[in-house]
């Protein structure tokens, strides 16, 4: 019995890893969505920030936004800060540049995600061009309001947290320092998962040209927001031996970039991972949980 559940499991993995790994175009999908994201992500962060400091004059979101760079950007943590900083502080207002790259790189990315989607929902024709960047500015928009949300959940948790830190500092201990740290580094990680999970929830939703169940992409969402999490953290770990941590490294200077895109080239695999198991819930059943669970038992005919 051991044997055959082994060679069940290898058999259901089978059609993932195929379409992973050995076919052509989900490299190429990836590659295209890796390079778009470099485009849109430096000004999407610059945006943020300029709302956070210029338009909301919200110090506690901004400096929630510079720990999550820090957290969440694989290496030369302090350099990309510092040189974010600069930009912000030089312009001293909203960068209408920065809105524009961010909704050039947005189009980057929606062309190629939405294409790979309908090749996995069997959809016979992509969007016309211009209804693809429509719903692409839409999901833009929305994610941009969902960032924020994020920003304000973070730095409202923060807030809680550290008022009683900072008040039994005073008397008894600075490891409740620690604590504080430690506690906003969970909760920064936690909604990170559930922010991601939204917005790739709202892309496996309403990009593919086809209706999509609910039910049937939300397990995938929130199994992507997981995984994407783990991915980064592995890659953390292993890039100090893959020869571009550095600028001795293989990439010169421009080994942050270069890790950047190698980052978002594993994590465009999960995500349309994610989708691909989103439309094999024949195969892997334990996905189409939900939306069991949703469906009403019809009454039996007298």
């Not at 309908?118 to 969902?146: A, F, H, I, M």
């Not at 169940?213 to 999490?229: F, N």
């Amino acid at each position: 019995q051991f044997i055959t559940d082994i060679r069940s499991h290898a058999a259901t993995a089978c059609p993932l890893f195929r379409y992973l790994v050995l076919q052509t175009e989900t490299h190429a999908f990836c590659l295209a969505l890796a390079c778009a994201a470099l485009i849109g992500f430096y000004p999407f962060c610059v945006l943020l920030l300029s709302l956070m400091r210029h338009q909301f004059h919200w110090e506690g979101g901004y400096q929630v936004l510079i720990q999550t760079l820090r957290v969440f950007y694989p290496t030369s943590q302090a350099w990309l800060i510092r040189n974010l900083e600069v930009t912000v502080g030089l312009s001293g207002r909203l960068e209408w540049g920065s809105v524009f790259w961010v909704f050039l790189g947005a189009a980057g990315v929606f062309i190629p995600l939405e294409a790979g989607l309908n090749r996995l929902w069997k959809v016979q024709e992509d969007r016309p061009y211009w209804q693809n960047q429509l719903v692409g500015v839409s999901l833009t928009l929305v994610c941009c309001v969902l960032a924020i949300g994020f920003v304000a959940i973070n730095a409202s948790a923060q807030a809680i947290v550290g008022w009683p830190v900072n008040l039994l500092a005073q008397y008894i201990s600075s490891t409740f320092e620690t604590v504080k740290t430690v506690a906003d580094r969970v909760v920064l990680h936690l909604t990170a998962v559930c922010f991601f999970s939204a917005v790739v929830f709202l892309f496996y939703k309403y990009l593919p040209n086809r209706k999509i169940d609910t039910l049937q992409v939300l397990p995938s969402a929130i199994l992507v927001g997981i995984v994407s999490e783990l991915v980064k953290d592995i890659y953390v770990v292993a890039l100090p031996w893959m020869d571009i941590g550095s600028d001795r490294g293989s990439q010169g200077p421009f080994f942050v970039s270069v890790s950047f895109v190698i980052l978002a080239y594993f994590e465009t695999f999960v995500v349309l991972g994610g989708a691909f198991l989103a439309t094999q819930t024949e195969t892997y059943p334990w996905l189409g949980y939900f939306r069991r669970m949703g469906k009403t038992e019809e009454p039996a005919e007298r």
